[in-house]
């Protein structure tokens, strides 16, 4: 698998909180994306950041990539129950070109 | 601009029967992916294709699956004889060009259930 086992699986928070969740790769990649899904519908993207960004940032999205670790986190800030989803990173395998995802990790924000 | 079109939204088969799944790309899209996303799993690739040519189908169980884009458009995945390992969401998404940077845009699925 692209993916290592450290991604968590669930988290349950508060509206309001802070959360991180992290995803490792284990093959070389340039780039990272992150999607994030909600129930009945398909994967959305977020951000995608490339290995000469260290970190990126979209509106209480940020997300960074650590090649030497061969890592990426998404940190969502003053979460809202509409956040409640399923986030996934994603990234090409080595030759390939097509997105391969993780397992994902199950955020719910409870208002 | 419209998304990505997947139909039917549901459907449920007895063990052997066959089904099939249409997708309708974003206008201008010349990527096409169908990716399978088992209960509680990430999608996993199935087969993607630019324009009318199949770039790699690897994935694809080939005694039961299949797909075409025949036009470089729309695009029909069909499972001959279903089984109940089928039982999934096939996810249909599009982009334009192909490679790490390209931006996906995903279908609502299509929720199969299998007898």
């Known amino acids: 698998s692209q993916w290592g086992e450290e991604n968590l699986q669930a988290l349950s928070i508060q509206e309001g909180e802070d959360v991180t969740m992290n995803c490792s790769y284990k093959t070389y990649t340039t780039v990272v994306q992150w999607y994030r899904q909600k129930s009945g519908k398909g994967p959305a993207q977020l951000i995608l950041i490339r290995s000469n960004e260290r970190e990126k940032r979209s509106g209480r999205l940020r997300a960074t990539l650590d090649t030497s670790s061969q890592s990426s986190s998404l940190s969502i800030t003053g979460t809202l129950a509409t956040d409640t989803a399923v986030y996934f990173c994603a990234t090409p395998p080595q030759g390939g070109r097509a997105l391969i995802f993780g397992t994902g990790t199950t955020v719910s924000v409870s208002p | 601009e419209a998304g990505v079109t997947q139909s039917p939204r549901y459907a449920v088969l007895q063990e052997g029967q066959a089904v099939s799944f249409w997708c309708d790309p974003i206008?201008?899209?010349?990527?096409l992916y169908w990716y399978q996303q088992p209960r509680d799993q990430g999608p996993q690739l199935l087969v993607y294709?630019?324009?009318?040519?199949?770039?790699?189908n690897s994935q694809l169980p080939s005694d039961r699956f299949s797909a075409v884009r025949p036009k470089g458009t729309n695009s029909t995945l069909k499972i001959q004889s279903a089984k109940q390992g089928d039982t999934a969401t096939y996810l249909c998404?599009?982009?334009?060009?192909?490679?790490?940077?390209?931006?996906?845009?995903f279908g609502s699925g299509t929720r199969l259930l299998v007898i």
């Open positions: 998404a599009s982009s334009l060009g192909t490679g790490a940077n390209s931006d996906y845009t």
């Open positions: 294709f630019r324009d009318e040519a199949v770039i790699d």
């Open positions: 206008s201008g899209h010349d990527t």
